[in-house]
């Protein structure tokens, strides 16, 4: 077993624990660094005296949708102790994000959807909103950022989703209205056009990135939805059609975001007052859905990181639960 300090493949078992209900977890000493460490050392069941299937069975009743009190009142547990499981597992999310295969072909959405956090508040308030972006084919969904609606949340989430996408060869940036999104897209993925690449007539010198695509869709007064390019694109950057500049895909993933994660359904709820809270709930939620929920629309049990060709089966929430991330999957 690798070492989680040094990543040394020298490491010698070092003896068991037993927990409480039976269950016994394998020691390691590594020789690299000399410290110590157990098969569940940063994976999130890591230090946790719970049964791993009481974990998993509380993340699978949350990611339906039950709220937190009501799952901790049927496995007898606290809320509080719900709550730091989530924790755990979101702490790992980056472990279960790996990019987008590199020379793919990907659709980018982005959309936003709002919740009331704390108290009954307008959404002019600015509070409680998630920034999301899913690609649209495989249904992967790339980002869920929770905060205050402000450009430091549009440049956060879009430059995660810019990370995970940018390996990929060609790349349709369809986000609503919201102009942010296009703005800190600038800032990462354009390039300087050389003369020996273009006519003189073309004009522009600093486009997107070749491969690039970024459009909005701007939802009209009349219910006349309008499309915009935005920023010249790279002369052999091919363009989509009109019809296919849409955030649709994303929108259908927000609803079932309030069928699913009962802190985006309540009118007033007192465990996601907070945007950390919000964040935590949300990000079990996109791992799930990632990796462990087959996303009917897709194909007979098939998951969005199989949809993309990331994995090859769906995984269980125990592996979630009980893995480093998916570098740790056999392959
Ligand atoms: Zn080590």
Redesign the pocket.
């Known amino acids: 077993m690798e070492?989680?300090?040094?990543?040394?493949q020298?490491?010698i078992k070092n003896g068991k624990h037993h927990h409480q209900d039976g269950k016994s977890i394998q020691n390691y000493l590594?020789?690299?660094?000399?410290?110590r460490?157990s098969e569940r050392t940063g994976t999130p069941m890591s230090r946790l005296r719970t049964p791993a299937n009481v974990v998993s069975f509380a993340l699978k009743m949350r990611s339906e949708g039950m709220g937190i009190r009501a799952s901790g009142r049927v496995l007898e547990k606290s809320h509080v102790s719900i709550m730091r499981w989530e924790q755990k597992l979101a702490t790992q999310s980056q472990q279960w994000s790996p990019p987008a295969p590199a020379g793919s072909d990907i659709t980018v959405e982005g959309d936003e959807v709002y919740t009331r956090v704390g108290e009954n508040l307008p959404p002019h308030s600015e509070k409680g909103w998630t920034v999301t972006f899913i690609e649209r084919k495989s249904r992967f969904w790339i980002e869920a950022r929770a905060g205050l609606k402000n450009t430091e949340l549009f440049a956060k989430a879009t430059k995660t989703a810019w990370q995970w996408a940018k390996a990929s060869q060609y790349i349709r940036w369809f986000t609503d209205g919201e102009r942010r999104y296009a703005q800190q897209l600038w800032q990462m993925a354009t390039v300087y056009l050389k003369s020996t690449e273009v006519s003189r007539e073309y004009g522009h010198r600093k486009v997107w990135r070749h491969g690039l695509e970024v459009a909005i869709k701007i939802k009209g007064s009349q219910g006349h939805p309008r499309v915009e390019w935005l920023k010249p694109e790279h002369p052999y950057t091919a363009i989509s059609d009109k019809s296919d500049v849409h955030a649709n895909h994303n929108e259908a993933n927000n609803s079932a975001l309030r069928r699913r994660c009962s802190a985006y359904r309540r009118r007033q709820n007192l465990y996601a007052k907070n945007t950390e809270g919000l964040q935590r709930t949300v990000t079990v939620q996109r791992l799930v859905h990632n990796w462990v929920r087959p996303h009917v629309g897709l194909g007979k049990n098939k998951t969005p990181v199989m949809a993309i060709g990331l994995y090859h089966r769906p995984i269980s929430m125990l592996e979630l639960l009980s893995l480093r991330g998916f570098s740790s999957l056999t392959p």
């Open positions: 070492c989680p300090h040094c990543q040394s020298k490491t590594c020789k690299g660094c000399g410290k460490f």
